[in-house]
C-alpha cells in the first residue's frame, strides 16, 4: 500500500482528461480504486460524536463503513451503507458532499476532509461488480403501499417500507425508472445502465414491483388507489418536474428549449447518440440561461453535442447555484461564463428560428431576503449575443397534476404539497409525501431523506391503525 | 407491453389499431390522447385517442405514417405489443364537463381534416349516446384518403364528404362547405375543428367571419406529454400554454398558428433524415439536399 504523502490532503481522484472529455459522454469521473480507497480510508480518525453522519440527510454510519473499507472488508462496508442508502452509488456521485458529510467532517477544519462521496462511491461500484445485494425482509406483513413517482425520493421510500416488510408497488409516468436520475443527470455525471438501473434492480430485489406509464391524476388517481386497489397508504415522491421560462419575448422562437426538454431528449431518449429515433438540435452556438447544476449539465450536453456553450447568468460567479465540482468541470471543458448578464429578448430569424438574445449587463446592489446581492441593470448596457440555440435552466416547480385530482389534499401558494417534516404526513389521512413535490427543487440526497421520513411516518401509521 | 388486438389500414398509409390498455380504457374520454412507444430504441409518439372499450379495456388510435416512428409502428401485427402506452392525457373535451340539458340546447359541427377526422369520432360518438346529434363535415385531400366515413355516418346528424379534387363528395375545402352550410340556413353554436395545423388556422378564420365560437386540439411537438418540459408550448390569447396539459383544446379565435406552424417544422430536417435512414439504411450517406 501507499502511504498518503499528506494526511491533510485526499487521495486524489482520477478524471477523464478534460480534452477528451468534451468530446464524449463517458464518466468524468473515474472513482477510486482499492488501494487508493483503502489509502483515503485510512483518514478518517473515527469519531466518537461523528459529525460527519448529522451532515448526510439519511444518516448513514459514515465512520462505520469507513473502518470497513480500511480494513478491506468492502462487503460488509456495502450492508452498512444499504441499512441507510437505497441508492449509495448515485449518492456517492451527485450529491453535494461539500455542504453536507464532508463539510461537517472534522479533518476539514485543518486540510481536506476525508472523501466520503467518493469512497461510498467506490463501495456502491465494487458491491455491484462483485453481484452483491441488499438485504431484503425476512417477511412480508400482508400490507399494501403505493409510491407516486420513482425518483430518489420514492425509490428510498419504497426501499425502506419493502424492507419493513410492506408489499410495496411504485407508479412511474415515463416509460423507465429513476425520475430525474434517468431524465435529468446526464450519462457523463452518471451512467445509466450501469450504475441508475442496476441501483434500481437492486431496490426491486427486495420485493419492490414498478409499474411504469402510469400517469398519477391521470392514469388512476390516489382515491382509486386507497379505494379500489386495496393500498394502505400512498407516499406520493413526484417531484418538481414543471419548468419555468421567463415570458421575455422571442421565448416561443424555435432552438428555445427548456433544460428538462433538452436534457429529457439527451438523457432518457438517447438523443446524443447518432443512431437515436428521438431528435435533439446540434447548434452551433448555444446559450444556457441560469447558473444552477441543471444548467451546467444542459451546457456540458451541449459542449458534447459539439457546440460553444455560454452560461448566461444574472448575477456573479460567488452566488451561482451550481457546485463548485460541477462549475470547475464546466470552465476546464470549455463552457464560456457570461456573469452578471440578463437576457430581455430573443431574437429570431424570419422563418422563426433564434439566431441570438439581447442581454443587459448587471451589476450587484443590496442584498435581498435571500440574502444574496440583489442584480440590479446597468443603464445603457444593451447588448447581444449571438446564438442559434437557447437553453431556460430557471429552475422548476411541482406539477400540480396528483394534488388536483385528490380530494382533502392541501398545497401552499407554490403547488407544493404541504407536509411535515419528520414523516411526510399530508393533510389527508395515509397518505405521505416527500422530495421536491414538498419542497420545491431540491438535491437527490434531501429528496431521499424525505423518502426515509415518508416510509417511518407510514410504517408508524399502519402499526397503529 | 401493451398487445394490439387488431390493425386495419383505413386507406393508403393510414391505420387503425386496437390497443390493450386497461387503464387508460377505465378513465378515459373524448379529448384526450395517449403517448406511444414502439420499442425499446422508439419515440414517443403523441396520439389522440379514437375510440375506446370500457369493458374490454380496449383503446383504439388512428396514425398516418409521417416519419421513421409512425412507419415503424404500422409494421406491427395483430398480437404484437407496443413497449409503452401512456395515458390518458390532456384534458377532455369541454363538453363532457357541460350539463346535458344545456348541451341538447346547442346546435354543434364538427370540422374533420384528413386523418384528424379519427379523434372527432370519439366526440360525435359521445354526444350521439348522450342523445345529441351534431353535424360533421369530413375533408380528404382525395376520395383514396377518406377514413372512418361509415362510422362516422351512423353516430353524425348530418355527415357532409367534401374531397380537394372532387373525387368524391362535395368539391373543395373544408371552409367553402361550413360557409355554404350557414349560406342554406344552418344554425351553429360551436365548432370544433381537428386536422391540419393549416386547416384549422383557415377554419378559424372562416368561424371567426360567420361568428362561430370554435375549439381546436393542437398537435405540437410533444416529449413526455405531461407537462414537464415545454416542447408543446403555444402561444394561446397571448399567454403561453402546454398544449399536454392546458390542452390540447383551445379556443381556436385566440391560437397563433403562424407560431404554431412554426414551432411543428422544427424537426423537420431530422425527421426526414430519419425516414431516409429508416428506407436506405446504411446506404442512405445524405445527398438529398436536406441532411447535414
Redesign the interface.
Known amino acids: 500500500m501507499v502511504i498518503s504523502m499528506d494526511v491533510l490532503k485526499k487521495v486524489p481522484v482520477r478524471e477523464q482528461d478534460a480534452k477528451v472529455r468534451a468530446a464524449n459522454f463517458e464518466e468524468v469521473c473515474l472513482g477510486y480504486n482499492k488501494e487508493e480507497a483503502m489509502e483515503e480510508a485510512g483518514r478518517c480518525i473515527n469519531c466518537k460524536n461523528a459529525q460527519c453522519v448529522k451532515g448526510c440527510p439519511v444518516a448513514i454510519d459514515i465512520p462505520g463503513f469507513i473502518e470497513k473499507v480500511k480494513g478491506g472488508d468492502i462487503e460488509a462496508a456495502y450492508q452498512v451503507i444499504s441499512e441507510a442508502s437505497a441508492l449509495p452509488a448515485v449518492c456517492g456521485r451527485v450529491c453535494p458532499q461539500e455542504s453536507q458529510c464532508e463539510g461537517k467532517c472534522i479533518r476539514g477544519i485543518k486540510g481536506e476532509p476525508v472523501s466520503i462521496g467518493k469512497l461510498e462511491r467506490f463501495v456502491a461500484d465494487w458491491a455491484r461488480e462483485n453481484g452483491i445485494k441488499p438485504v431484503g425482509a425476512e417477511k412480508k406483513n400482508g400490507k399494501k403501499v403505493a409510491v407516486i413517482g420513482s425518483g430518489p425520493a420514492g425509490l428510498t421510500c419504497a426501499g425502506d417500507l419493502a424492507k419493513m416488510g410492506y408489499e410495496v408497488t411504485i407508479f412511474e409516468?415515463?416509460?423507465e425508472p429513476g425520475g430525474v436520475l434517468v431524465y435529468g443527470i446526464p450519462e457523463f455525471r452518471l451512467p445509466k445502465e450501469d450504475v441508475v438501473a442496476k441501483e434500481i434492480e437492486n431496490v426491486k430485489s427486495l420485493g419492490v414491483t414498478i409499474e411504469?406509464?402510469?400517469?398519477v391524476g391521470?392514469?388512476?388517481t390516489i382515491d382509486e388507489l386507497l379505494e379500489e386497489e386495496g393500498f394502505d397508504a400512498v407516499f406520493i415522491g413526484s417531484g418538481a418536474?414543471?419548468?419555468k421560462?421567463m415570458?421575455i419575448p422571442g421565448?416561443?422562437a424555435?432552438?428555445v428549449?427548456?433544460a428538462?426538454?433538452y436534457l429529457?431528449?439527451s438523457n432518457l431518449?438517447?438523443a446524443f447518440q447518432e443512431e437515436?429515433?428521438?431528435?435533439i438540435?446540434r447548434g452551433k452556438k448555444v446559450a444556457v440561461v441560469g447558473g444552477g447544476n441543471v444548467a451546467m449539465d444542459a451546457a456540458r450536453t451541449a459542449l458534447r453535442l459539439g457546440a460553444e456553450v455560454h452560461i448566461v447568468y444574472r448575477r456573479s460567479e460567488e452566488e451561482l447555484p451550481a457546485r463548485v465540482e460541477e462549475v470547475h468541470h464546466a470552465k476546464e471543458e470549455g463552457i464560456i461564463f457570461d456573469l452578471l448578464t440578463n437576457p430581455v429578448e430573443i431574437l429570431a430569424d424570419e422563418?422563426?428560428w433564434v439566431c441570438g438574445m439581447k442581454c443587459v449587463r448587471m451589476e450587484l446592489g443590496e442584498p435581498d431576503e435571500s440574502g444574496r446581492r440583489r442584480p440590479v441593470v446597468k443603464p445603457d448596457s444593451e447588448f447581444i449575443i449571438e446564438a442559434d440555440t437557447v437553453i431556460m435552466s430557471l429552475g422548476?416547480s411541482p406539477?400540480p397534476?396528483i394534488s388536483a385530482t385528490t380530494s382533502g389534499l392541501e398545497t401552499n401558494k407554490w403547488k407544493c404539497i404541504v407536509a411535515d417534516e419528520e414523516f411526510g404526513k399530508t393533510t389527508k389521512e395515509g397518505v405521505y409525501a416527500g422530495g421536491d413535490a414538498v419542497t420545491g427543487a431540491a438535491t437527490v440526497i434531501l429528496a431521499m431523506g424525505a423518502g426515509k421520513a415518508g416510509a417511518k411516518g407510514i410504517d408508524k401509521y399502519l402499526k397503529n391503525k | 407491453m401493451y398487445k394490439i388486438l387488431e390493425v386495419k389500414e383505413l386507406a393508403a398509409n393510414i391505420y387503425l389499431m386496437e390497443v390493450e390498455a386497461k387503464?387508460?380504457a377505465k378513465?378515459c374520454e373524448p379529448g384526450q390522447f395517449i403517448i406511444v412507444?414502439t420499442d425499446e430504441?422508439?419515440?414517443?409518439i403523441p396520439l389522440t385517442i379514437c375510440d375506446y372499450d370500457r369493458e374490454k379495456g380496449t383503446v383504439t388510435i388512428v396514425f398516418q405514417t409521417v416519419g421513421?416512428?409512425t412507419v415503424r409502428m404500422a409494421e406491427l401485427k395483430a398480437g404484437d405489443c407496443f413497449?409503452?402506452?401512456?395515458?390518458?392525457?390532456g384534458c377532455p373535451s369541454e363538453f363532457v364537463h357541460e350539463s346535458l340539458e344545456e348541451l341538447k340546447k346547442k346546435s354543434i359541427l364538427f370540422v374533420a381534416g384528413g386523418v384528424g377526422t379519427a379523434p372527432v369520432y370519439p366526440q360525435v360518438k359521445w354526444l350521439k349516446e348522450k342523445g345529441i346529434e351534431a353535424d360533421v363535415i369530413v375533408g380528404a385531400k382525395t376520395k383514396d384518403l377518406l377514413i372512418l366515413e361509415k362510422e362516422m355516418s351512423e353516430v353524425a346528424g348530418n355527415l357532409y364528404v367534401t374531397t380537394d379534387d372532387g373525387s368524391y363528395g362535395r368539391s373543395g375545402m373544408v371552409t367553402q362547405t361550413i360557409k355554404d352550410l350557414v349560406e342554406e340556413g344552418k344554425h351553429y353554436d360551436v365548432c370544433v375543428a381537428i386536422g391540419p395545423m393549416i386547416m384549422m388556422k383557415f377554419v378559424c378564420k372562416m368561424t371567426e367571419e360567420l361568428g362561430i365560437p370554435t375549439v381546436v386540439s393542437l398537435n405540437p411537438i410533444m416529449?413526455?406529454g405531461?407537462?414537464?418540459?415545454?416542447?408543446c408550448?403555444?402561444?394561446v390569447d397571448g399567454e403561453?400554454k402546454f398544449a399536454c396539459?392546458d390542452g390540447p383544446e383551445f379556443d381556436g379565435h385566440k391560437v397563433d398558428f403562424d407560431?404554431a406552424m412554426?414551432?411543428q417544422?422544427?424537426?423537420k430536417t431530422?425527421?426526414g433524415r430519419?425516414v431516409l435512414k429508416e428506407k436506405e439504411g446504411s446506404t442512405h450517406h445524405g445527398g438529398c439536399g436536406n441532411c447535414g
Open positions: 409516468a415515463l416509460h411504469t406509464n402510469v400517469v391521470k392514469s388512476v418536474g414543471l419548468p421560462f415570458g421565448e416561443q424555435n432552438g428549449f427548456s428538462n426538454e429529457t431528449r431518449m438517447k437515436a429515433s428521438t431528435p438540435m422563418n422563426g422548476t406539477n397534476l | 387503464r387508460i378513465r412507444r430504441e422508439g419515440e414517443r421513421a416512428g413497449h409503452d402506452f401512456v395515458g390518458p392525457l416529449v413526455d405531461t407537462g414537464m418540459c415545454g416542447a408550448r403555444v402561444t403561453v396539459v407560431q412554426k414551432r417544422q422544427m424537426y431530422a425527421e430519419a
